[in-house]
């Protein structure tokens, strides 16, 4: 059971977000089209592992409201010369989870308390990104067999890398990130740090202008 547990972990995915070899600067980034809004939608199913056990998610999105969550900066904030450009996003949300354990469910909150979400875009060969969450932007609670409270990202803000193309629309690859958490909870829970990995591919459109495409340039 302690396995299912730690594979919950995976949907707080992060750990800092870093672009290019250590000592070398990271190249000119441009997210366009400027001040475009977007939504990132997961394609596919989000998996999260830890041994043999597996949780699947089949819905989670992070999708533009009021403010400037989920829109690339005006110009000329939407370059960096020497390295990624940050976007703050709306927590996503999750849903359709399942678990290959019988008897044990899932829900997944995510939440901005304790600071923005963020989304980092680094041009390169290849580009690269990644989600930020802060602390404890995550919450999973496991009910049935076992009842279990799960927070990612306990100590400060985590990142879940990726690699980046530029499509119609654009996506996201995350593929076996590491994930940091602890767990609290009654009998068959286990508690202390955990780990897993997560894997998932988003898609990024543009909802401003839905003809145009989020990309990443020098």
Do not use: E
Not at 111 to 139: E, M
Request: charged share 5%; net charge positive; hydrophobic share 35%.
């Amino acid at each position: 059971m302690s396995k299912l547990l730690v594979s919950l972990t995976g949907l707080a995915a992060a750990g800092a977000l870093t672009f290019g070899a250590t000592g070398t600067q990271a190249a000119s980034t441009t997210v366009l089209p400027a001040g475009h809004s977007f939504a990132a939608k997961l394609t596919g199913k989000a998996t999260f592992v830890a041994g043999s056990t597996t949780m699947t998610c089949t819905v989670s999105a992070s999708v533009p409201t009021s403010g400037a969550n989920n829109t690339v900066p005006a110009a000329p904030g939407n370059h960096n010369a020497a390295g990624p450009v940050s976007v703050p996003v709306n927590p996503p949300t999750f849903s359709g989870c399942t678990t290959s354990i019988f008897g044990v469910n899932v829900t997944i909150t995510s939440n901005a308390t304790n600071g923005p979400w963020t989304l980092s875009l680094q041009n390169g060969t290849p580009a690269t990104g990644g989600f930020t969450i802060p602390k404890g932007g995550v919450i999973l609670k496991t009910s049935g067999l076992a009842s279990c409270t799960i927070t990612a990202s306990p100590t400060g803000p985590t990142t879940v890398n990726g690699g980046w193309t530029n499509g119609a629309p654009s996506s996201l690859a995350i593929a076996g990130a590491p994930v940091p958490a602890t767990a609290t909870g009654g009998f068959l829970c286990p508690t202390g740090n955990q780990s897993a990995t997560f894997s998932a591919t988003y898609q990024l459109t543009d909802t401003t202008d839905p003809a145009q495409q989020i990309t990443v340039t020098g």
